[in-house]
Antibody, heavy 118, light 109 residues
Framework: QVQLVESGGGVVQPGRSLRLSCAAS????????MHWVRQAPGKGLEWVAL????????YYGDSVKGRFTISRDNSKNTLFLEMNSLRAEDTAVYYC???????????WGQGTLVTVSS | QSALTQPASVSGSPGQSITISCTGT?????????VSWYQQHPGKAPKLMIY???NRPSGVSNRFSGSKSGNTASLTISGLQAEDEADYYC?????????FGGGTKLTVL
């Protein structure tokens, strides 16, 4: 069965960096676009970034552009999110999600919590 | 681009029907039939309920339906049940840009 498992969250000071991972299993990872979506405590969903199935294109939400980098290793079935210059407002649960037909998400991970605090 | 506009909350009694609206612009909701809807219970990951405006994934109750007119999409839940109480998010999702609605809290009275 399809599984997405995020890891790498934790408490980090403002201005520091953190790298999240999303391990995929149960499907051919290299056939699907993948996204990061986050949710601040008590708030709604916010799209963060996406990467095409082959890694050829990547796109970012305005609030993270220039600070976050999405990447993937199709040989290891893993999606990454490198987060730099972290701010308090980046505090959120970060979900990875599988993109089906380039227009919706059919599977989500359980999320990993990132807390940016001094 | 700004978030899609949803009502903050809606409520209904068991057995009733409710509709949640999702208003965007001609650049997102109005441009493509790529609106999807997600249900989220507290502490859980979102779950896909409707995709491409009106399609239901396998396993989702036929009490859930979607539609679109112009720049506004809608999710209708008929025969409300207690388990439907959750947050609902619309999404205009493409493979170059994604925007979510602000979310609607559904309360089953």
């Amino acid at each position: 069965q399809v599984q997405l498992v995020e890891s790498g969250g934790g408490v980090v000071q403002p201005g520091r960096s953190l790298r999240l991972s999303c391990a995929a299993s149960g499907f051919t990872f290299s056939n699907y676009g993948m996204h990061w979506v986050r949710q601040a405590p008590g708030k709604g969903l916010e799209w963060v970034a996406l990467m095409w199935y082959d890694g050829s294109k990547r796109y970012y939400g305005d609030s993270v552009k220039g600070r976050f980098t999405i990447s993937r290793d199709n040989s290891k079935n893993t999606l990454f999110l490198e987060m730099n210059s972290l701010r308090a407002e980046d505090t959120a649960v970060y979900y990875c999600a599988r993109d089906i037909r380039s227009n919706h998400y059919d599977y989500w991970g359980q999320g990993t919590l990132v807390t940016v605090s001094s | 681009q700004s978030a899609l506009t949803q009502p903050a909350s809606v409520s209904g009694s068991p057995g009733q029907s409710i509709t949640i609206s999702c208003t965007g612009t001609s650049s997102d909701v109005g441009s493509y039939n790529y609106v999807s809807w997600y249900q989220q219970h507290p502490g859980k990951a979102p779950k896909l309920m409707i995709y491409e405006v009106s399609n239901r994934p396998s396993g989702v109750s036929n009490r859930f339906s979607g539609s679109k007119s112009g720049n506004t999409a809608s999710l209708t839940i008929s025969g409300l049940q207690a388990e439907d109480e959750a947050d609902y998010y619309c999404c205009s999702c493409t493979n170059v840009y994604v925007v979510f609605g602000g979310g609607t809290k559904l309360t089953v009275l």
